[in-house]
């Protein structure tokens, strides 16, 4: 056995098993432990055609999983809260482990002075299959958090955290790191329906098996909430960041900017929801890989329905990559229609949407001083327009009081100009879990 399947089988359970807290509890603030455990079975599969030179290649895994799930946590109203969930998961292609805990200190048994949270994960491909494209990993991340006046209706907070990634054998597309940092977070309108926050960030992250690409990280974020209970508001979220790379030969330092307005808000007898969501590169030098970009994505969607009763949406898409003479630019536009319902015995989300997009690609790249080619300028590859279909199945089917069956599918195919581009991808996630 490998050092990490030994890893995972400690670690434990799936990525994706749902696990419900039951069994017997204590009064509240007794301090007994609850715990509860699940047991399900499943079927994976991931399908991805695309053009590769001038034959088309089908990347298929596919896999049959055992998963079993323990979970145990403090009851309500004790001043040390706790609770851990550790996970596995034995497949035809894969060990997989995972375990979740989180510790919280309570003075007055309600407000936390101080937090602790931490995962670690671990994948491991078994030797006997023919799907060895994907190294043995490791992954772990933990956070400590302290609060200044927890139960006010203003807060700071001060946040260190560490973790990293472990690839057993790394490439170029897989490359081992460790990073640690701290913020400090102000926080205002706990306690009303308005509220908001500032934070700043230093993060530094190093890559041992490529040290050049090691970087500083710094940033600046802040967040409004307006949302109420009934999920009608605004909400408006900025991030900045700085990220220096140590050295810029390599790949060059940048600025990137984040930002997102959600809102859901009464017109006549429908609820209008949408979002718009900004990424934005900056370079402090362009190359042929590394351009200066902005992608703009948008949603607008009228709502009929309420928690009770099924909801439905329509509305229409659209996303625009806007990134100078780069092949990749491109208009997006597309119609969306979906429906969800929720209840004790059967949930169902879903969506469906079509679209068509356009790209505007009609220079050349520009000449990359750092690269010794003199051919950059002739012709390269370009993308080309299609006609796409999005379509996502999220539904809970309870069978028995006790018994489950779980489905998450996605499916999205891709219909270009130039047929030999054409392209899909597609993956099936199904579950049947019991809970005991």
Same mark, same amino acid.
């Given at each position: 056995?490998?050092?990490?399947?030994?890893?995972?089988?400690?670690?434990?359970?799936?990525?994706?098993?749902?696990?419900?807290?039951?069994?017997?509890?204590?009064?509240?603030?007794?301090?007994?432990?609850?715990?509860?455990?699940?047991?399900?079975?499943?079927?994976?599969?991931?399908?991805?055609?695309?053009?590769?030179?001038?034959?088309?290649?089908? =990347?298929?895994?596919?896999?049959?999983?055992?998963?079993?799930?323990?979970?145990?946590?403090?009851?309500?109203?004790?001043?040390?809260?706790?609770?851990? &969930?550790?996970?596995?998961?034995?497949?035809?292609?894969?060990? *997989?482990?995972?375990?979740?805990? #989180?510790?919280?200190? &309570?003075?007055?048994?309600?407000?936390?002075?101080?937090?602790?949270?931490?995962?670690?994960?671990?994948?491991?491909?078994?030797?006997?299959?023919?799907?060895?494209?994907?190294?043995?990993?490791?992954?772990? &991340?933990?956070?400590?958090?302290?609060?200044?006046?927890?139960?006010?209706?203003?807060?700071?907070?001060?946040?260190?955290?560490?973790?990293?990634?472990?690839?057993?054998?790394?490439?170029?597309?897989?490359?081992?790191?460790?990073?640690?940092?701290?913020?400090?977070?102000?926080?205002?309108? *706990?306690?009303? =329906?308005?509220?908001?926050?500032?934070?700043?960030?230093?993060?530094?992250?190093?890559?041992?098996?490529?040290?050049?690409?090691?970087?500083?990280?710094?940033?600046?974020?802040?967040?409004?909430?307006?949302?109420?209970?009934?999920?009608?508001?605004?909400?408006?979220?900025?991030?900045?960041?700085?990220?220096?790379?140590?050295?810029?030969?390599?790949?060059?330092?940048?600025?990137?900017?984040?930002?997102?307005?959600?809102?859901?808000?009464?017109?006549?007898?429908?609820?209008?929801?949408?979002?718009?969501? #900004?990424?934005?590169?900056?370079?402090?030098?362009?190359?042929?890989?590394?351009?200066?970009?902005? *992608?703009?994505? @948008?949603?607008?969607?009228?709502?009929?329905?309420?928690?009770?009763?099924? @909801?439905?949406?329509?509305?229409?898409?659209?996303?625009?990559?806007?990134?100078?003479?780069?092949?990749?630019?491109?208009?997006?536009?597309?119609?969306?229609?979906?429906?969800?319902?929720?209840?004790?015995?059967?949930?169902?989300?879903?969506?469906?949407?079509?679209?068509?997009?356009?790209? *505007?690609?009609?220079?050349?790249?520009?000449?990359? @001083?750092?690269?010794?080619?003199?051919?950059?300028?002739?012709?390269?590859?370009?993308?080309?327009?299609?006609?796409?279909?999005?379509?996502?199945?999220?539904?809970?089917?309870?069978?028995?009081?006790?018994?489950?069956?779980?489905?998450?599918?996605?499916?999205?195919?891709?219909?270009?100009?130039?047929?030999?581009?054409?392209?899909?991808?597609?993956?099936?996630?199904?579950?049947?879990?019991?809970?005991?």
């Amino acid at each position: 056995m490998k050092l990490s399947q030994l890893a995972a089988g400690l670690v434990t359970l799936g990525l994706t098993l749902p696990v419900t807290a039951v069994g017997k509890t204590g009064p509240t603030g007794s301090g007994r432990a609850v715990w509860s455990w699940s047991l399900a079975a499943g079927y994976d599969t991931y399908i991805h055609t695309f053009p590769l030179a001038t034959d088309d290649t089908t =990347t298929t895994i596919s896999e049959m999983a055992l998963l079993v799930g323990l979970e145990g946590r403090s009851t309500p109203g004790v001043v040390h809260q706790w609770r851990v &969930r550790p996970e596995f998961s034995y497949g035809t292609e894969l060990w *997989r482990g995972r375990i979740d805990a #989180s510790y919280q200190y &309570r003075p007055d048994r309600q407000s936390s002075s101080f937090r602790l949270d931490g995962f670690g994960v671990a994948r491991s491909y078994r030797g006997e299959t023919d799907y060895t494209l994907t190294s043995d990993t490791i992954e772990g &991340r933990i956070t400590a958090r302290g609060f200044l006046s927890p139960a006010g209706a203003t807060m700071g907070e001060l946040r260190l955290m560490a973790g990293g990634v472990q690839y057993w054998d790394p490439s170029i597309l897989e490359v081992s790191y460790h990073d640690f940092g701290g913020a400090a977070y102000f926080r205002a309108g *706990r306690d009303a =329906t308005t509220q908001f926050s500032v934070g700043g960030l230093l993060r530094q992250r190093a890559y041992p098996d490529s040290s050049v690409i090691d970087r500083t990280v710094t940033a600046l974020e802040g967040e409004f909430d307006s949302v109420s209970r009934t999920g009608r508001g605004v909400r408006i979220f900025q991030r900045s960041e700085r990220r220096l790379i140590r050295d810029e030969t390599v790949r060059p330092s940048a600025w990137t900017h984040w930002s997102t307005l959600e809102w859901l808000l009464p017109l006549g007898g429908f609820d209008l929801t949408g979002d718009i969501q #900004s990424e934005i590169w900056q370079y402090e030098k362009e190359t042929a890989a590394y351009i200066d970009s902005w *992608r703009l994505n @948008t949603v607008f969607l009228l709502k009929i329905g309420g928690l009770s009763a099924w @909801t439905w949406r329509a509305g229409l898409a659209a996303e625009k990559l806007t990134a100078g003479d780069s092949p990749e630019s491109y208009n997006q536009a597309g119609m969306r229609v979906g429906v969800e319902h929720y209840s004790s015995r059967f949930t169902i989300s879903t969506s469906v949407e079509y679209g068509l997009r356009d790209y *505007r690609f009609t220079g050349t790249i520009p000449k990359d @001083t750092e690269n010794t080619l003199d051919t950059v300028e002739s012709p390269i590859f370009t993308y080309s327009d299609f006609n796409y279909w999005e379509l996502w199945l999220i539904t809970t089917w309870s069978l028995a009081p006790r018994l489950s069956l779980d489905v998450l599918a996605n499916y999205e195919p891709e219909s270009h100009t130039e047929r030999v581009d054409d392209s899909a991808i597609a993956f099936l996630n199904v579950r049947l879990v019991w809970r005991p």
